[in-house]
C-alpha cells in the first residue's frame, strides 16, 4: 500500500500555498495526502484577505473516517484556522498514537503570512498552542522560530528563507546536537515555500526515511520547486512542485 499523510490545512483559493501545496508536494515524494481543510480563505498569490475556521466537528468527523480506514505513517498540520481545531487535531494525533506512538507529527507553525496577514481566527499562537507538545518536527521561519523562543522539541528545522547573504541557511537542532544545510538564496519571494518543505517532510517520513535523510531530500525537493517557480501574476512566485529535486 501506498503510505497516506493526514494533513490539516487551509485552503487557499490561488492554488499556491495550503492544502493545494501539502497535496503536491507528498504526491512528489511517493506519499499519498489524506486532506482536512481548517480554514477558508480569501486571499491571491500575494495577500491574504480573510480566514474563517471550519467548524471542529466536522474536522473530527473527517479524521475519524479516514483514520478507521487507511494507512497513516505521517500528520502534516498547517494553519489550524481556530483553537477549536488545534484541540480537534491534538485528540486526533492523541488517538492515532495509541495504536502507533512514533506517528510522527509535522508542524509547519504559520503565524502570518509573508506579508504579515492574518491566517488564523484569534491569537494565531494560541490557536497552536495545543500543537506544539505534539510535534514531532516544528519547522519555521525565523520571525516564527523567534516567537517560539523557549519552546522545546524533539526536532527543530529553521528555515532561513527571511535572512540575508548569498545562502540560505537551514538549520536542524536535535537533541543538543545541530546540522546546518546551505542553499543559493533566489531572486524573488515565493507563496507557499513553507507548506512545500514541510509537507516534503512528512512525505519522506511516510515512507520510513531516517530523519536526516528525509530533512536533506525534503529541502533537495523544496529547492528544485523554487528554481522552476512560476508567475501567477505580478508578486510573489509559485513552487514548481512537480520539478525534479536538484
Known sequence: MRPAVLVFSGLDPSGGAGIAADI???AAQGAHALPVVTALTV???NRVYDVDAVDAGLLRRQAR???ASCDIKAI???IPGSR?????????????REDMPALPLVLDPV???GNGDALSCGDAMAAIGPLLALATVVVPNLPE???LAGARFPHLLVTGGHGDGEMVVNRWHTEGQSREWKWPRL???FHGSGCTLSAAIAGRLALGEPFAQALQRAQAYCHGALVSSFALGPGQRIPDRGAPSI
Open 24 to 26: 503536491q508536494a507528498i
Open 43 to 45: 486571499q491571491d498569490h
Open 65 to 67: 473516517v479516514l483514520a
Open 76 to 78: 502534516k498540520v498547517g
Open 84 to 96: 477549536a481545531n488545534a484541540e480537534a487535531i491534538a485528540a486526533v494525533v492523541l488517538r492515532l
Open 111 to 113: 503565524l502570518a503570512s
Open 145 to 147: 522560530a523567534r516567537a
Open 187 to 189: 531572486a524573488g519571494s
